[in-house]
């Protein structure tokens, strides 16, 4: 493996000014880690604010201290939530429940980096009850649930997490899963491609070694093809973003829900006639646009390809180049995957009280650095809402900061993300597994066949029926009886 440079060679944070117009932001930023808007309740004892998990001393009850979390002692109601996660992510308990005895992650270690929440927990412990060992850090600064973090820790698992983390120490997160004497991951299950991409530069002896990666989003999947078509993966990685179990459930219907909960907690916004541009009309932008659609919002969409334009066109939405929309509408939201689709001209333009945010993984489409400039003024006024007020008194309202809304604001539906925890977990043992010259250094699609063994465990919820081909039915098509019924390319 040699050296490749990445466009974004390391994640834009972005950080609170000096000085502030209205009131002193540093109590609103202790606040932000511990107020908990992306958790159903937060059990952070607020004594501690100030002082950074990194600088405490913390064992759990067996003596471990192989872990940083906020506050360990939140640990018994982080088990309640990942039990109350657990009843609707029965496939995956299926799963566990089928695998357990012949361990099929035996001898794996897996590093993992991925919004550590009650649901991404049942999937954590699912590899453990296969067999693996996993160390595991988080994804996204605000995402992270205390109280999931420290049951995980009190379980075992060395989770290096909190809600709030600064740039510093998101990444010294990721490098204490990685770099630890006596152990040398194995795996890699990425969300995002931060801990693959800090692996492959910090790490690249461990890189090699590594027997398959697995990626479960748009732009850790962008990273990867770039790796690849540069001839620098060395290992064979599976593209979970673009199975048809993540693209049509979790990118889709989870967006189509929790949109509006993101939207509902932070603003209070009623979405009767309000106007709304979603840029991107990909799953994701699908998802939010019917949602919005049904609210009786006036929704807009932008687009660079032509396909997902006519799409959205037969689906009844205006599209449109953002500068033709952005003095007029409510609410602006990104879908895209890219960089700089807000840009500092177009936050310039907005009408006042204009909503902004993103639901894409990376906090790279709106141009958020631009704000940081003296002649604007930061005022939080809620967790991970803040106003952004011109000298002309005029006010923008920023969520999360441009991260992720949904996982930043609110909770996501805990029945999809079992889809794509199942879906994951059947990747991970694919790859762990797979006999030697099945992957190569390449980027793979996960199989159809397990796509549809993933959405069959989840039909039991509904009492669906599925109906059987005959002998003769099965001839017409082509197909086996058991599937796949779909091409790989489906």
């Known amino acids: 493996c040699q050296q490749i440079q990445f466009a974004d060679d390391m994640q834009e944070f972005t950080k609170f000014p000096t000085k502030t117009g209205r009131r002193s932001l540093s109590r609103s930023i202790s606040q932000s880690s511990t107020d908990s808007y992306s958790s159903a309740a937060s059990y952070t004892d607020s004594s501690d604010d100030e002082v950074s998990p990194r600088e405490k001393q913390q064992t759990n009850s067996k003596g471990s201290s192989n872990f940083c979390v906020k506050n360990i002692k939140q640990a018994e109601f982080g088990r309640r939530e990942i039990e109350i996660a657990e009843q609707d992510m029965s496939a995956l308990i299926s799963l566990r429940k089928r695998a357990q005895g012949e361990k099929p992650l035996a001898g794996a270690k897996i590093v993992g980096c991925t919004h550590i929440t009650a649901q991404t927990a049942v999937l954590i412990e699912t590899l453990c009850a296969l067999g693996a060992q996993c160390r595991w850090s988080a994804c996204n600064i605000y995402s992270t649930q205390n109280e999931v973090a420290a049951a995980l820790a009190e379980a075992g698992v060395a989770v290096f997490a909190w809600k709030g983390e600064s740039e510093d120490d998101f990444w010294w997160c990721i490098d204490r ?5 006596g152990w040398q991951a194995n795996m890699i299950l990425d969300d995002g491609g931060d801990l693959t991409h800090w692996v492959y530069k910090k790490y690249p002896n461990v890189f090699k070694k590594i027997r398959g990666i697995v990626e479960e989003s748009v732009t850790g999947v962008h990273r990867l093809y770039q790796l690849s078509k540069a001839g620098k993966l060395c290992v064979p990685a599976m593209n979970v973003n673009d199975s048809v179990t993540k693209q049509k459930f979790d990118n889709l219907y989870c967006c189509r829900e929790s949109i509006l909960d993101g939207l509902k907690r932070t603003t209070d916004v009623m979405f009767g006639g309000k106007q709304v541009v979603v840029c991107g009309y990909g799953e994701v932008g699908k998802g939010c646009c019917a949602a919005l659609k049904a609210l009786g919002a006036i929704v807009y969409v932008t ?3 032509p396909i997902c334009a ?6 009844g939405f205006r599209v449109v180049k953002l500068s033709e929309v952005i003095r007029q509408v409510d609410v602006v939201i990104t879908c895209t995957g890219n960089k700089n689709v807000v840009t500092r001209e177009h936050l310039d333009r907005m009408k006042n009280s204009c909503i902004v945010c993103n ?13 940081r400039t003296p002649e604007l003024t930061w005022e939080r006024v809620r967790s991970q809402v803040d106003h952004v007020i011109w000298p002309d008194g005029k006010r923008v309202v920023l969520l999360a900061e441009g991260r992720l809304l949904n996982l930043s604001c609110s909770t996501v539906p805990t029945f999809v993300l079992s889809i794509t925890a199942t879906t994951q977990a059947l990747a991970l043992i694919e790859l762990y597994n797979a006999p030697e010259g099945r992957y190569k250094q390449d980027v793979y699609l996960l199989p159809k066949k397990m796509d549809e063994y993933v959405a069959s465990l989840h039909l039991p919820s509904f009492d669906a029926h599925l109906t059987e081909l005959t002998d003769d039915q099965a001839k017409y098509l082509g197909l086996n009886k058991n599937g796949p019924f779909k091409p790989n390319y489906y």
């Open 359 to 371: 639901m894409g993984h990376s906090n790279t489409e709106i141009d958020v650095t631009s704000l």
């Open 310 to 315: 006519l799409q959205a066109c037969m689906d």
């Open 303 to 305: 687009e660079i390809d």
């Open 177 to 181: 899963c990685v770099n630890i004497d």
